[in-house]
């Protein structure tokens, strides 16, 4: 999971990003806070509806959802609202095959996250095995989902997110109303 926090960390300089709850919040927290981060808190399956109002909001720059496997399957009513919109949403769900934040119970999934979200009417999909296999951030065609499997890390945990709510509000505020530059727009 981290290497795949570190690769939209590093490709991802100028979007708005949107973290589902639990230890997804957390690897994004400690790999260096920012104001453009939105971490969710006890917030399960949110991570998406959120992003497209965040995308919505404003269409000067990009949007990138960071979902877990579990959190996506909560809430698969937001993929149609995603879909209908031309938004530069990035929808990455990350796949360890647990919900890992609540003692790492294993569950099945015979949904694909990508035939979701192509039937739900985003314009592209695709899923890799791993960090390394992500595309270059250029070839994506938002709004696109992003399914990646990733492997079971159990173990020392990252620490709790230590932004508040309220504060995360106002940062995300701030953000919104702020010019940036046109970095990793689409133009397709």
């Known amino acids: ?13 100028d979007a708005g990003i949107v973290s589902t709850n639990g230890l997804i919040s957390r690897d994004l927290h400690s790999s260096g806070d920012r104001e453009r981060y939105f971490y969710l808190v006890g917030s399960m399956g949110m991570a998406g ?11 000067r720059h990009r949007t990138v959802v ?3 496997d579990g959190s996506f399957y909560m809430n698969l009513s937001c993929l149609p609202l995603i879909g209908r919109f031309d938004v530069d949403l990035i929808h990455l769900v990350l796949d360890n095959q647990l919900h890992e934040s609540t003692g790492g119970q294993r569950h099945r999934n015979e949904a694909s996250p990508c035939d979701l979200a ?3 009417g985003y314009r592209s999909a695709l899923r890799v095995s791993g960090a390394a296999a992500l595309p270059d951030p250029g070839s994506l065609r938002p709004p696109v989902l ?10 020392t945990k990252p620490g709790r997110v230590a932004v508040s709510p309220p504060d995360l509000t106002q940062r995300m505020s701030r953000y ?5 530059s046109a970095e990793g727009r689409r133009t397709a």
């Open 1 to 13: 999971m981290t290497d795949v926090i570190q690769w939209v960390a590093e490709n991802f300089t």
């Open 49 to 59: 509806p959120i992003g497209l109002g965040i995308a919505l909001a404003q269409q």
């Open 66 to 68: 960071l979902d877990g």
């Open 118 to 120: 192509l039937s739900a």
């Open 146 to 155: 992003v399914h990646i499997d990733i492997p079971d890390e159990r173990g």
């Open 176 to 180: 919104l109303a702020t010019p940036h």
